[in-house]
């Protein structure tokens, strides 16, 4: 996500002709957008992107019933 909004950034400067960046080739300016494709690819190839969304379901689930166990008076001691 941060390619991606350096991806912008430079490219508003680039078509506003702001700073240094007027002066830079266009590859320069277009590279965190491949830069951002790549990792997406990898994430998804690799299972990245489904490790991290198991991992937030799984401390929502714990999360969930540590709530249950406060409400009814049985106290959440996890082990770690």
Known sequence: MY?????????????LEFGPVAEWSWWVVLAPFAL??????WADFSGY???KA?????????DRLDKQREAL???TGRRR
């Open 54 to 62: 198991v991992e937030k379901m799984d401390q929502k689930k714990r």
């Open 3 to 15: 390619l991606l909004g350096l991806g912008i950034a430079l490219l508003l400067m680039k078509y």
């Open 49 to 51: 992107t489904r490790r």
């Open 73 to 75: 008076g049985i106290k």
């Open 36 to 41: 951002a494709a790549a990792w997406w690819a």
